[in-house]
Structures are given as C-alpha cells and as structure tokens.
C-alpha cells in the first residue's frame, strides 16, 4: 500500500520517541541525570528529551564492550554466527522501516521519500553485505622457503567508536557498524545531538536481532561533552569520523593525547560538476546536476555545488537548472510530494544565508532562491551565476542548498579549477568523449569520480577524500573493514 501525507502524520503523531541512551543492553539515563532537547527542524517544536551523555556515561560503556569484547561472546563467536545476527537485524530494519523512516523524518527534515529510501533499501543492504562478508573474509599466507610457514591474519580491533554527522543518520550509523560487527568488534557510537533517536532505536532493534548486551552501545551528547570523551578515551581501539574537516582534525589531537587510537576520518567536501564541451545538455544531464546540488538541501558532503560548465553550453545549461528548480517542492518533510525539506537547524539555516549574503556581496548574481517564509528552518534552492573560483560560496563548504556556475574556456581550465581546493571528496565529469572521460577521471584529485551522472557509487564501492576530505580510511567495499580490523603476522619455524 502506498502511503500518503495524512497516513505519515497518523504515524508521526501516535511516535513515542525514545531518547534513552543505549548501555550494555539497557535505555538508561545519563550518569548525572542529564538531558537536551531533539528539536524537529521543519516546525521548531520539541521533539523529545534526550540522555546528555559525559565522560561517566562514555565509560561505562566502553567498560561494556570491552567486557564482552574480552569474553569472546560475539568477537570469537563463529563468523556464521554473526553473519545471522547481522541478517536478522537486516530483516528488522525492514520491517520497522516506515517507523524508522517517520522518527528519521521529524528528527531531521528530510523528506520522508528519501528517509524511505534509505532506510528501506540501503540500511539493511549494509548489515545484509557486512553480514555476508563476516564468512568470507579471509587471512593470507605470506611466500616463504621451506624454513617457515608465515601466516598473516586478521582480528577485531577491539572497541571501535563511530562519532556521526546528522545530514544520513541511520545511513551513517549503518556504514559503521555493520563492518565494524561483522569482523568482530564492539561498538560505541555517538549520533550527532541534532538527530539521535533512529540510532537508539536501531540499538533496540539489534538486540532483538540477537546481538548480545555491551556489543552495541548509543550514547546521545554533544561534541564537546560526549564526543569529546569518546576521542580522548584510552580504551577505544579505532575511531570512525564522518563529519566536518574542523571536527575531524581534533579527533586526531585526542588521539595523540590519549592512547594512539587509530582514527578514520569522512569529511567535508567542495565538489565539482564539470560539463565539457561535447556533452549535449539533456534532461538527464539537467536531472543529476540539480540533484547532485540540493538532494537532501544541500546538506550532504559529496554534493556538487561548483558546477563548472564548458562557455558555449553555460546559457543553455543555467536555463534549463532553473527551470528544474523551479519544479523542486519544498514543504512538509512528511509529504511524499515534497522535494525538499528543512535545514538541519536555525543556526545552520542562518550560517547559509550568510554564504547566500557573501555571494551577492561578491559580486556574482543570485538568479534565485534565497530564504523561505515556511515555519521551520527551510531555505529555498538557490542558484548563483557569475561566479569566480576565489568567491567564498565558491571555495567554503556550504553545506546547504546554494548552486554556484562557472563558465570554463577548456578542459584544463576545468581541471585547474576543480582540483584548486582544500578538498577531495567527489567530482562528476559528463562528456561523450571516454579519453576526455579517462582523462579528467584520473587527474582529479578526489575519491571518487562519477562520469555521466552523479553517483556517489555504490555499497561495494570505497569512500572516501583525498585532501581534506579525509584520511587514508575508507568506508563502505571490503576496504571499509580495515577501519576494524589488525593485521597479525604468525611466522612458523618449520
Ligand atoms: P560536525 O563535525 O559538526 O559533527 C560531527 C560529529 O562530531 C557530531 O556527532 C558532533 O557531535 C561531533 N563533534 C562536534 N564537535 C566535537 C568536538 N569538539 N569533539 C568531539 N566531537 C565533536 O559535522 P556535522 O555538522 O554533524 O556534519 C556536517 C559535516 O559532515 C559536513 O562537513 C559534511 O561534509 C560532513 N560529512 C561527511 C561525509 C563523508 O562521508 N565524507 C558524510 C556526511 C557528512
């Protein structure tokens, strides 16, 4: 049955959400009692109180995991083991999705067709892989004369900490802990204070799935409180990061302050679309342009949001982005018809006018968009011609729904601009040519590239930056698993 707005409202409004922490299989309270507030972004209104955790609560948690960590209940239960657990929490997610999808909904704005999505679809395709991958991932055997037998293996890191962003939440809680599981691990993860209720109702859900009491834990804080505690924990094995490059940078401080914690680090991003002059500008061409652009509003780190386009194509192309756009809907999150929701916050909602205030101040030219008179934090999608690469909405990660187009006379100057950053998350090039392809594929310093349409690839594929996008880690594929993994080399004299 497909359901409609009034159908979703019902849901919403009938919703408890639970804002408890999650501790050694238990909803508790903070240690000291305290709470905050989740807000719902698309009104202003409260949506529940939630556990501020601290260092006490950080703790007990990590005392949890390690406890089951060193008993071996799950880190040397056989892989099969896991593996049904992690397909059972796959199932669950499945059939708790609209639930899931309205709590994800309200927590953060987004639409409710793209909360669907996620959580339906690629939530549990992440348990469902990482399970799939616990039986299979296997060790090596290093060549060796006859003198010696040299095995090299592999073990769960111990306690690994997953510190999250709130633009795909669940998504996010998802790419951590599923690899993280599947090897072996223990987990404590801290959602971000804008939107931590899906992740405390996933915990709920994974210890229906089986996963047994201190495996899984979800501590609720904010940065400075409970992320903070996490970074400088010295019983934390790794750490993996998805959020700002400020944030991500002192993640690597509390790890040279505390115990040498490996850190994986997912940031921010300035992206580029380029379109070479051989690409015919098609509705499709226009369809991922605009997507890659103001999917989520903006709020996503790989989104495309300098969009570079070959001289002779930049009239026809800026025309047919603002004719998209001006199809978008933005409105009610819970409506399927919406296209975009809310920003995260008022404070973000007010930090991206100010980037909007900067482009017009600099010079270029805002053709539309601009802030909305809908209750709640909601920023129409704005596009901006005329813009030069050292503008600051050209250089600075926005983080909301602001489009910037550049003419570019050739290839290399496509190039030179595109790579002219401090970042390196993602690139789309389109163009009909695969040299031209190929070429542009391989200079551009970013993790990935998409030709031909903006993809962020898929769960098999790696993710990651270069630059200040990020560290050497990488999420998602089989390369994700060495955020959770040692290596053990065991030489055998023979
Ligand atoms: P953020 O860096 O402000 O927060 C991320 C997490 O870090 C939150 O859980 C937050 O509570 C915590 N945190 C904040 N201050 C902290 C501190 N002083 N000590 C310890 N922890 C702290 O990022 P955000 O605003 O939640 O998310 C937006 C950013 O995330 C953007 O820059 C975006 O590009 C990035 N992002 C990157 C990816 C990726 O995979 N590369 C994916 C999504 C989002």
Known sequence: MTLTHANFQAIAAKLIPNGRAYIDGSSCDAVDGDKFETINPATGQVLAEVSHCKSADVDRAVAAARR????????????????????KVATLVREHTTELAVLESLDTGKTITDCLHEIGTEVPRFFQWYAELADKTFGKIAPTGLGALALITYEPAGIAAGVLPWNFPLLMAAWKIAPALAVGCSAVIKPAEQTPLTAIRLAQLMEEAGVPPGVINVIPGYGHTAGQAIGLHNDIDTLSFTGSTEVGRMFLHYSGDSNLKGVGLEMGGKSPFIVLDDAPITDDLIEHATMSAF??????CSANMRQLIAAPLVEEFTARVCERVKAFRLGDPLDPSTDIGSMISKDHKEMVMCYIQSGVDQGARKIMGGSSDLPGFFIEPTVFQGVTPDMQIAREEIFGPVLGIMPVGSDAEALAIASDTEYGLHA???????????????????????????????????????????????????????????????????
């Open 428 to 494: 789309t090039v389109f163009t009909r040519d695969i040299d031209r392809a190929l070429h542009m594929a391989r200079s551009l310093p970013c993790g990935t590239v998409s030709v031909n349409g903006f993809s962020e690839g898929d769960i098999k594929t790696p993710f990651g930056g270069y630059k200040m996008s990020g560290s050497l880690a990488r999420d998602n594929g089989t390369e994700a698993l060495a955020q959770y993994m040692q290596t053990k080399t065991i030489w055998i004299t023979t």
């Open 295 to 300: 999917w989520n509003g903006g709020q996503n």
């Open 68 to 87: 089951v960590f060193n008993d071996g209940t799950w880190s040397r239960a056989e892989p099969e083991h896991r593996k049904e657990v992690l397909l």
